[in-house]
């Protein structure tokens, strides 16, 4: 298609339908969302060019937060500017907002149920399958130089080993990658795409720049303050604001590895909830329409919900979604508004290049931590930490293994690994051998 007639005549209702036929098909992760995006908007509706849809991707992957969701924000920019932005990027995340809420409600109201509870126990075998076939697609695609796998290897000791945190882990890497680029340079990154359109790619004004800056932030960070002076700096409201406010700025690498860093901080130092309730949200997130990253509604939901403070739990539990959806979405918008433009002639750039490649190679090292840690506290009913020096080892009670578990987990990775099925289709069959094991396990107690 020819990038000249990139920028239709689109009407704003007819592009809100879209977006809204978007949002709730937006299943399969990342990939699928993008390539569902790219079938509508190149190929069906021819709303914008295939290069432009391309070099739009690009550099929405260099920014933090789930690059789908921002793609989806920065098209809607380009047809109808800010306000096709907002419509575009809110209606990407609604729907599967909407159905977590839901699923979360179900999930602490009647997770005693036989059925409830066989549905997420198979569920759990098919999330660490799902994590491992997400490293092993990432590491063939940026394992490419002996210095990029030395990154992934650093990281996951460095993770796995010494609980070093997540944001420190992407600044080693993307200063290594920097200084690297710096010390033997290549040339010039390849300008991949032909440039944008013009009116697209200048920059905002030093005025409209901190007024953009000034508005996004007090949204961003406004709610935080004003539950924080009302209710309390201690209270949990508080806590999950300034832990999900941190974390938008350092979410890159995708989901997966940022679900690592939520692991350390929600599960680990604050014991909000437990490691396998943590598998259990990534599950609802795997089940459900909008970017995997909506799992930290699930963690911020459960977190209120078990300190409400004086407010109901049920209330609680809301405003903890709402809260931790905003602070985590909101900042996705400002880079989009304000950054694009920049990072357009900045994707080209050597050293931000070398930077981005080592950060991403250590990503490959976080993912395969959080599959080992998805995969002790899943299949292990008692897994304990072992520490020598500066060295924190989790090590699981052989004799506590969950059999029906593992088996689950094996069928499930033949599934998806040997005969490629989708996402959908390995969930669907764990979450039903989940189902009929528990209640094989249920039937064999009662003859016994």
Excluded at 75 to 97: E, K
Excluded at 166 to 171: D, Y
Excluded at 311 to 325: M, S
Aim: hydrophobic letters at 60%; one cysteine or more; aromatic letters at 10%.
């Amino acid at each position: 298609m020819n990038d000249a007639a990139v920028r239709p005549t689109v009407g704003l209702w007819e592009a809100t339908r879209v977006w809204a036929r978007i949002g709730l098909l937006s299943f399969g992760g990342p990939a699928g969302q993008i390539a569902l995006m790219h079938r509508i908007l190149v190929e069906e509706k021819r709303w914008i060019g295939e290069q432009r849809f391309l070099a739009a991707l690009n550099f929405c992957m260099l920014l933090p937060g789930p690059e789908a969701q921002q793609l989806a924000t920065y098209v809607g920019w380009m047809l109808h500017r800010m306000r096709g932005g907002l419509i575009a990027g809110t209606l990407f995340i609604l729907p599967g907002f909407a159905v977590i809420l839901a699923l979360s409600y179900l999930y602490l109201h009647a997770g005693s149920l036989a059925l409830v509870r066989g549905l997420f126990f198979g569920l759990k075998a098919a999330v660490i399958v799902i994590v491992l076939q997400a490293m092993i697609r990432i590491a063939r695609r940026s394992l490419a130089t002996p210095l990029l796998a030395s990154l992934a290897a650093l990281a996951f000791v460095a993770m796995a080993a010494f609980r070093v945190p997540f944001p420190w882990v992407v600044f080693a890497a993307a200063l290594t990658g920097l200084v690297h680029s710096r010390l033997f340079p290549r040339g010039r990154a390849p300008a991949t795409e032909p440039d944008p359109e013009p009116d697209l790619d200048r920059p905002p004004g030093v005025i409209r720049a901190a007024a953009l800056i000034a508005g996004f932030g007090a949204l961003w960070l406004g709610p935080t303050v004003l539950l924080a002076w009302a209710l309390g700096g201690d209270h949990v409201f508080a806590a999950i604001g300034a832990f999900f406010s941190k974390m938008a700025v350092v979410t890159f690498g995708g989901a997966y590895a940022v679900l690592a860093y939520v692991s350390q901080e929600a599960v680990q130092a604050q014991a909000w909830l437990s490691p396998g309730e943590m598998i259990d949200g990534l599950a609802m997130a795997e089940t459900t329409p909008g970017p995997l990253i909506m799992v930290v509604q699930f963690v911020g939901f459960v977190a209120a919900y078990r300190n409400p403070g004086v407010l109901p739990a049920d209330l609680a539990g809301l405003l903890g979604a709402l809260l931790t959806v905003w602070v985590t979405f909101v900042p996705c918008f400002l880079w989009i508004f304000l950054g694009a433009p920049y990072l357009e002639r900045l994707r080209r750039n050597r050293l931000l290049g070398g930077a981005l490649a080592a950060v991403t190679a250590a990503v490959v090292g976080v993912i395969a931590n959080l599959a080992l840690w998805f995969s002790l506290h899943a299949l292990f009913a008692e897994v304990t930490t072992r520490r020598i020096g500066w060295v924190s080892l989790e090590l699981p009670a052989p004799a506590s293994v969950r059999w029906p578990l593992v088996l689950i987990t094996a069928v499930a990775a033949v599934l998806a690994l040997r005969f490629k099925a989708s996402i959908l289709t390995t969930l669907g069959a764990a979450s039903a051998l989940g189902i009929g094991s528990l209640f094989l396990a249920q039937i064999e107690r009662v003859l016994l």
